[in-house]
C-alpha cells in the first residue's frame, strides 16, 4: 500500500519546493535511481546498532593513516577497531586509528538522518521518519557526554575542533527541519529535545570562537545562523545576517575578485561548500544576495576546475592535498548544484566529462560517506545515481547537456594561478604567485609547474598530514621549483602579475615577487610547442651590503647531467623550522665552472618525469638546458616525496651574487606534427641580448629576447624569415591580499621594565583552550626580575596545581615538541625589534628538569635550578644568565615568557600564561592557545633595561 503523503510546510534552511520535488524524483525521472539508491543504503542502520562511538573523536600523528605508505585509511562506519589500506591491504588496530574512526562515524551517521528526512519528504516512508529521529534522538541524548577535553583547534564535544562540530550540527539542524518541513510523525517531541540538548548547546560552544575569516568559521557561522533558525531566535539571527553581514562579508572578501577563496583551491572547494549552505539559507529566510556578491559567488562554482592537470587531477596549490581527481562523485554534484544555482557552459563541459563513462566504476564512495568532512577517493565513473541527499534535493530536475570540456589557458590573478597550455591540453606550464594565500599559504611565488600528460616534471607537492613533521618540508620554499634567498624560504609577500597573453601555439607569463632579504625576483616563462624558455632575474639594491645565494630547485632525478662530478657536500639552510633543509639527505654539489670567457656557466639535465603515485617514469624524457652570468654549483639530493609517494631526488641550483639572471629551456617529446627541439643556444648576458635561440627538426630557428612591448620571437626557417610579437603587458593590476581582519584596538605600547621588577600573572595574561581561567582554577605565576653587572636572574614561582610532565621523549599527537603538553617555561631573548635570537622550553620533570632549544645556535644555556612547593602545590624554577651571553649585554634587551600548564586528567596543555599578555595576532583566537606550540611573537616581548655596568 501507498503510504500517505505528509503534508509540506516551508523549509527554513533550504529554498527547497518540496512538493514539486516528490514530482521530480517520482519514477522514471533521472533522478529516480538517485533516491533508491539512497533508500537502499538506509538498510544496515535499520537492523543494526546506530554507529554512533562512545568515545570522542581524537586527533594523532598516526591515527587514521597507513604506516607503511602515509596515506588515510578507509573508513567503514561498521569496522570500529579494523582499518585497512587501500593501497598495501594492511589491517591496523590500535587506540589512536579507532579514535579516528570516531570522526567519521559521528559525520556519517548524522548525514544518514539527513538522507533519511530528505527521502521521508520525498516519498513518505514512515520507516525514513523513524530512522532519522532515531539517530537525532541518540545524538542528543549522548551530546553531553562526549567532554570538550584536548581539542586541537577550538572547543568541541565530539571532535576535536569547532568546524567538526559546526558541519555535525548543520547536518542535525538540516535532518531536523525536512522532518518537520514533511510533517513527521511525533517530529515536535524529537524537536524539542535536539533543540534543548543538542542544537542550543552546541550552538553556544560553537559561537564562543570566532575564526575570523577562514575556511573553517564559513561553516561556524553557518551552523550558528541555522540553529538560530530552528531555535526561533530571530533577532539573533537579523543581528548576525543583517547588522552584522557576516555570510556577506565572507562572499565578497573571502571570495576574490576572480572568484576563488583567498586561501587556495583546496579550501576554496570546502568554504564554498559552506557557502552554498549560507546561500540557501539565505534565501530561505527571504533575502537574496546582492547582484555582486551573487556574480561571484556563482564563478566559485567553476574556477576550481580551471586550472585542472592533464591527468585530471587538481593543483597541490598551498595546503591542499595532493593528487585528488576530478572524476570524484562529490565534485559531480558541485557540479549539479552550480548549474542549478546558474547555468554555466564551463561546467556543463565538465559535467559531460565526469559523465561519459569512459572510467571502471569503483566501489559507491558515497556509501561510507562523511558529510561534508570531504575524503577524497580514486576517479570513478560516474551518474546522476551516485550524487548524495543535496542532489536529490536542490540539483536541476533534467541533465544539464554540455559540450566537449577542453580546459584552456588562464589567468587568475588574484588566486596567483597563471597556466599555458599546449597540444590540446596535454602540455600545462604554471606560473605561481598571487596573494600570499594566509595560514594556509606556501612561500612558493614564481614556483614552475610542468607536466606533460601524466608526466610530471615540476610538480607541487602541496601538503600532507598537518600533524606530521614533513608539514615543515611540504611549507617550505624548497620543496617547491621557486627561488629562495639564503637559505631561507620566502617572506609572506604577495607576487605581483606583469603579463600574461596566449597566442595558441605561443604564449608568455612574467611575475615578479619580494622572495627573501632585500631581493626582488622576476620570472618571465614563454611557452611554444615542443619547449618552454624561462628567464629568472633578480636584483638587490645597490646599497645591500648582504651577500646573496640564490637556491632554485630545477627538477626531480635525471638519468645524465652535465657536469656530472658530483662530490658529497652540506647545506643547511638558515636554520628555521620552514626552511626545509633538515630534510635533505644524501646532499651533492659540483661546481659550475665558467665558460672561456669567464663570463658563463652551463649545466644540461636529462630530466625524469614521475607518475601522480611518485613512480619514475623512465620512458618519459626531458631535457633541461640553463645558462647562468653568476657563480653557481649544481646541487643534487634526496627530499621527501609528494605525500604518499616514496623519497624522491631532487637537482637544484645555487646562485651566488647580489643580481644575476638565470636562462633555461625546457624540451620535451612533443605529439602529432610539432617539431621537436635539435638544439639550444642560451644567452644570459641581460640588455638587448636575445636570452635564447631554439632549433627544431624543421630547420626553424626561434630567437627569444625581451622588447619594450613584452617578448619578441624571431622565426628564422630556411626559405622564410618572420616574427611574433607577445603583448599582454599588464599596466597597473590592484594586488589583492588576502582579507583582512576586521578592525581592533592598537597593541598597546610594549612595557618597559627596569629591574628588580616583579608581576603575577593571572586571568589577563591567560590563553585559554576549552577551559576559561575561571573554570581552570584560577592558575597564577609569580615572576620576578633581577639584574646587576654580570647576571639577569628570572625567577618563577607557578601555581597551577599539580606538576605534570610530557607523557613521552615523543608527541604522539601533532608535530609539535612533547615537552609543549607539560608544565613547564618557555623564554625568548631578542634584540629590541629583531627577531628572537635564543629562545628555550624548560620542564620541572624529576629532580632535574630539562631545557630543550627552541632556537638554532649553540648560545649557552641558563644556569636553571627548581624545586616542587609541595604535593599538587606548583612549582619553583630559577634561570640565572651571563649578561654578556645575551643578545644585548647592555642597554635594553627583549624578553616574553611563557607558563605552559596542563591539568592531570588531560593529553594537551590546558592554556598558557604570558608575561607580555594575552594579546595575539589574530583577534579572533586573542585568548585562546590552540595550535601556538612553542612560538611566541616577538612584538610582544617586553623591553628590560638593565642596570649600568
Not at 97 to 118: C, P, S
Not at 392 to 420: E, F, I, K, N, Y
Request: hydrophobic share 40%; charged share 20%; glycine share 10%.
Amino acid at each position: 500500500m501507498t503510504p500517505p503523503t505528509p503534508p509540506i510546510v516551508r523549509s527554513r534552511l533550504l529554498s527547497l519546493d518540496a512538493l514539486q520535488r516528490r514530482r521530480d524524483t517520482a519514477p522514471g525521472t533521472s533522478l529516480a535511481p538517485l533516491l533508491d539508491g539512497l533508500a537502499r543504503e538506509l538498510d544496515p542502520l535499520r537492523t543494526r546498532p546506530l554507529p554512533i562511538p562512545a568515545q570522542k573523536a581524537r586527533l594523532t600523528r598516526g591515527g587514521g593513516r597507513c604506516p607503511q605508505h602515509g596515506i588515510p585509511l578507509v573508513f567503514d562506519p561498521w569496522s570500529p577497531h579494523a582499518h585497512r589500506c587501500e593501497r598495501c591491504g594492511g589491517v591496523f588496530h590500535g587506540a589512536e586509528h579507532d579514535d579516528w574512526w570516531a570522526m567519521g562515524a559521528q559525520l556519517y551517521t548524522v548525514e544518514r538522518a539527513v538522507h533519511a528526512a530528505a527521502l521521508f519528504a520525498l516519498r513518505g516512508d514512515p520507516r525514513d521518519a523513524v530512522l532519522a529521529a532515531q539517530i537525532l534522538d541518540a545524538l542528543s541524548e549522548r551530546y553531553a557526554t562526549w567532554p570538550n577535553r584536548d581539542n586541537v583547534l577550538g572547543p568541541s564535544r565530539p571532535f576535536f575542533s569547532t568546524y567538526l562540530e559546526s558541519i555535525w550540527l548543520l547536518n542535525a539542524c538540516h535532518a531536523l527541519d525536512l522532518l518537520e518541513t514533511a510533517g513527521a510523525p511525533g517530529v515536535h517531541a524529537v524537536g524539542a529535545r535536539l533543540r534543548d540538548r543538542l542544537i542550543a548547546p552546541s550552538a553556544a560552544l560553537i559561537a564562543s570562537y570566532d575564526e575570523g575569516l577562514s575556511n573553517r568559521q564559513v561553516w561556524n557561522e553557518v551552523a550558528i545562523l541555522s540553529a538560530l533558525r530552528l531555535l526561533d531566535d530571530t533577532r539573533a539571527f537579523e543581528q548576525r545576517v543583517d547588522a552584522e553581514q557576516r555570510l556577506h562579508r565572507m562572499v565578497g572578501e573571502g571570495l576574490l575578485a576572480d572568484g576563488t577563496w583567498y586561501e587556495g583551491e583546496n579550501y576554496h572547494l570546502f568554504a564554498h561548500r559552506g557557502l552554498w549552505y549560507g546561500v540557501q539559507l539565505l534565501q530561505a529566510s527571504g533575502r537574496q544576495l546582492p547582484l555582486a556578491l551573487d556574480e561571484r559567488f556563482a564563478a566559485g562554482f567553476v574556477t576550481p576546475f580551471l586550472g585542472v592537470l592533464p591527468d585530471d587531477t587538481l593543483p597541490a596549490r598551498r595546503d591542499a592535498k595532493y593528487g585528488v581527481s576530478v572524476r570524484q562523485w562529490r565534485l559531480a554534484e558541485w557540479c549539479e548544484l552550480g548549474l542549478a544555482h546558474r547555468y554555466d557552459p564551463r561546467l556543463a563541459a565538465l559535467l559531460s566529462k565526469l559523465y561519459d563513462g569512459t572510467l571502471a566504476r569503483r566501489a559507491e564512495a558515497r556509501v561510507w560517506s562523511t558529510a561534508d568532512a570531504e575524503r577524497d577517493d580514486g576517479p570513478s565513473a560516474l551518474s546522476r545515481a551516485d550524487l548524495s541527499w543535496r542532489a536529490l534535493l536542490m540539483a536541476a530536475p533534467d541533465p544539464v547537456a554540455g559540450t566537449a570540456w577542453h580546459p584552456a589557458s588562464v589567468s587568475l590573478p588574484s588566486q596567483g594561478l597563471a597556466v599555458l597550455r599546449r597540444e590540446h591540453g596535454r602540455v600545462y606550464v604554471a606560473l605561481e604567485g598571487g596573494h600570499t594565500g594566509a595560514g594556509h599559504g606556501h612561500p612558493d611565488r614564481l614556483a614552475l609547474t610542468l607536466q606533460t600528460g601524466a608526466e610530471r616534471w615540476l610538480q607541487d607537492p602541496g601538503t600532507g598530514s598537518y600533524v606530521e613533521r614533513t608539514l615543515h618540508w611540504y611549507r617550505s620554499t624548497l620543496a617547491h621549483h621557486a627561488p629562495l634567498v639564503n637559505g631561507a624560504s620566502q617572506p609572506p609577500s604577495p607576487a605581483q602579475l606583469q603579463a600574461f597573453e596566449d597566442r595558441g601555439g605561443m604564449g608568455w607569463m612574467r611575475k615578479t615577487a619580494h622572495i627573501g632579504g632585500a631581493v626582488q625576483s622576476t620570472r618571465t616563462v614563454v611557452v611554444c610547442e615542443g619547449y618552454l624558455v624561462d628567464v629568472l632575474d633578480w636584483q638587490s639594491p645597490d646599497d645591500a651590503s648582504a651577500p646573496v645565494t640564490i637556491t632554485l630547485p630545477l627538477c626531480g632525478a635525471a638519468t645524465q647531467t652535465v657536469p656530472h662530478a658530483f662530490a658529497p657536500a652540506v647545506r643547511r639552510g638558515a636554520g628555521g623550522l620552514e626552511d626545509g633543509f633538515d630534510f635533505l639527505t644524501a646532499v651533492e654539489s659540483v661546481v659550475l665552472e665558467p665558460d672561456a670567457e669567464g663570463a658563463l656557466r652551463t649545466a644540461a639535465l636529462d630530466a625524469v618525469a614521475v607518475s601522480a603515485r611518485g613512480d619514475d617514469v623512465p620512458s618519459a624524457a626531458a631535457r633541461l638546458d640553463l645558462a647562468t652570468n653568476a657563480r653557481a654549483t649544481l646541487l643534487r639530493m634526496r627530499v621527501p616525496g609528494a605525500p604518499g609517494c616514496p623519497d624522491a631526488v631532487r637537482h637544484a641550483i645555487e646562485l651566488d651574487g647580489a643580481c644575476g639572471r638565470l636562462v633555461s629551456v625546457w624540451r620535451w617529446h612533443p605529439t602529432g606534427t610539432v617539431a621537436a627541439v635539435r638544439a639550444v643556444r642560451l644567452d644570459p648576458t641581460g640588455g638587448a641580448v636575445p636570452v635564447a635561440h631554439v632549433t627544431t627538426d624543421d630547420g626553424t630557428t626561434a630567437v627569444h629576447g625581451a622588447a619594450p612591448h613584452g617578448w619578441h620571437i624571431e622565426l628564422l626557417a630556411r626559405h622564410a624569415r618572420s616574427s611574433v610579437d607577445l603583448e599582454g603587458l599588464v599596466v597597473s593590476h590592484d594586488k589583492e591580499e588576502a582579507p583582512s581582519p576586521p578592525p581592533v584596538e592598537a597593541p598597546a605600547p610594549p612595557l618597559e621594565v627596569t629591574p628588580p621588577w616583579s608581576c603575577t600573572l593571572g586571568a589577563a595574561h591567560y590563553l585559554r583552550t576549552e577551559p576559561t581561567w575561571e573554570e581552570a582554577g584560577g592558575p597564577t605565576a609569580v615572576v620576578t626580575l633581577t639584574a646587576d653587572a654580570d647576571r639577569v636572574v628570572v625567577e618563577v614561582e607557578v601555581h597551577t596545581g599539580p606538576v605534570v610532565g610530557p607523557d613521552g621523549p615523543d608527541n604522539p599527537l601533532d608535530n609539535e615538541r612533547a615537552d609543549t603538553n607539560a608544565d613547564g617555561v618557555q623564554w625568548y631573548w631578542a634584540a629590541p625589534g629583531a627577531g628572537w635570537s635564543q629562545a628555550g622550553l624548560f620542564v620541572p620533570q624529576g629532580g632535574v628538569g630539562h631545557t630543550t632549544r627552541l632556537l638554532p645556535g649553540d648560545w649557552p644555556l641558563p644556569l636553571t635550578e627548581h624545586r616542587e612547593l609541595g604535593p599538587g602545590h606548583g612549582w619553583h624554577a630559577r634561570f640565572v644568565w651571563r649578561r654578556d651571553d645575551l643578545p644585548c649585554a647592555a642597554g635594553t634587551v627583549a624578553f616574553d615568557l611563557v607558563v605552559n600548564e596542563r591539568s592531570p586528567e588531560r593529553a594537551r596543555r590546558r592554556g598558557q600564561l604570558v608575561l607580555s599578555g594575552r594579546s595575539h595576532d589574530a583577534p579572533s583566537d586573542a585568548a585562546y592557545a590552540y595550535l601556538r606550540g612553542d612560538r611566541q611573537n616577538p612584538a610582544h616581548a617586553i623591553r628590560l633595561h638593565l642596570p649600568a655596568r
